[in-house]
């Protein structure tokens, strides 16, 4: 008789208990799993700046405010590391005209060298600037003669962990990476002779598992519509 079943979520400790064994040893002491809690942190905050992990898209949505170009209260949790995809809606409220207009993302210096930021309008660029407290700048500042509202696809912080009875905020393809990863960050304070060899795994596992992670639609390219300073 056959069992089918799909319902393997670990927990923090069994991360840690399977960590520490591959690094030959065991977690004896509180200060062990103190240690690889934060190890765990550390890892998944590395993740971030590894690639996009397709699991932390979130979609989020702000109605503009007329006159008002910047928004430093646009992400309240602070948790937003970047926006991927933004368009600005017209009509949000009648399912008959309700328009989404692609907004075109710019970069820094676009944004300063553009003459006149309080040129009233429809929206249709934006920059945001990734400080510790994200800030949204869109131009043509907002007009009056309508409503706007932007959506957004945004990539999210993966939550942090706090204690071994919580489950990890990652999907199953991950589950082995997330493993490996913390058997070679804890090798490099308790098992300096199997660093190399936990690394290698590790590195492995990420790229199997971030190849996977992936949009399966058709790659396409178009021109850019970037503000051009004249």
């Known amino acids: 008789m056959s069992i089918t079943t799909t319902e393997f979520t670990p927990v923090i400790d069994e991360y840690i208990d399977e960590a520490y064994a591959r690094c030959g040893m065991e977690a004896l002491t509180a200060y062990h799993l103190r240690t690889a809690i934060r190890s765990l942190n550390f890892l998944l905050a590395d993740w971030a700046n590894r690639g996009l992990n397709r699991w932390t898209i979130e979609q989020g949505a702000l109605t503009l405010t007329a006159n008002d170009n910047t928004y430093s209260s646009a992400f309240p949790e602070n948790d937003t590391i970047d926006i991927l995809s933004m368009v600005i809606r017209t009509n949000s409220a009648d399912v008959n005209k309700q328009t989404d207009t692609t907004m075109n993302r710019i970069s820094r210096s676009e944004y300063l060298n553009i003459p006149n930021k309080l040129q009233t309008g429809k929206p249709n660029q934006f920059y945001l600037d990734r400080d510790t407290n994200p800030v949204l700048y869109v131009w043509p500042t907002p007009d009056d003669k309508q409503t706007y509202k932007i959506v957004y696809d945004e990539m999210k912080r993966i939550d942090h962990l706090d204690h ?6 990652i999907p199953f393809r991950f589950y082995q990476c997330l493993a490996s990863g913390l ?17 290698q795994e590790y590195e492995e596992d990420f790229k199997r598992a971030a190849d996977e992670d992936r949009d399966r639609a058709s790659l396409k390219i178009l021109p850019s519509r970037a503000y051009t300073n004249v």
């Not at 071994?164 to 905020?169: F, G, N, R, V």
């Not at 058997?183 to 690394?199: C, E, G, S």
């Open 164 to 169: 071994t009875t919580e489950t990890p905020d």
């Open 183 to 199: 058997a070679y960050q804890l090798a490099l304070k308790f098992a300096p002779d199997r660093v190399q060899m936990l690394k």
